[in-house]
Nanobody, 116 residues
């Protein structure tokens, strides 16, 4: 399986922006759907954004209009641009496959904290 390493998280104020990166250890060319997930304290992990190999995207209602997922198959990297951040976005963010098949191994994730 491909391994994923997330980076780019940090502490930001409400309304701020961050761009998360997901670097894969191997090719993601053959992975049809990639996604970004997040898990807040005391909550289940949830899918917030997904992207197909052809560029079709879907977003959770909670982030729609604020987050943008993209992928660069040539560099085996998936990105999540997060704008207009809210305290409710505070979570550990992970990337993984997001299609019908079983998820790959979960990485360590990257912490995003939105606080005044």
């Amino acid at each position: 399986q491909v391994q994923f390493v997330e980076s780019g998280g940090g502490l930001v104020q409400p309304g701020g922006s961050l761009r998360l990166s997901c670097a894969a250890s191997g090719s993601i060319f053959s992975i049809y759907v990639m996604g970004w997930y997040r898990q807040a304290p005391g909550k289940q992990r949830e899918l917030v954004a997904r992207i197909t190999n052809s560029g079709t995207t879907n977003y959770a209602d909670s982030v729609k209009g604020r987050f943008t997922i993209s992928r660069d198959n040539a560099n085996n990297t998936v990105y999540l641009q997060m704008n207009s951040l809210k305290p409710e976005d505070t979570a550990v963010y992970y990337c993984n496959t997001a299609g019908v098949s079983t998820r790959y191994y979960w990485g360590q994730g990257t912490q995003v904290t939105v606080s005044p």
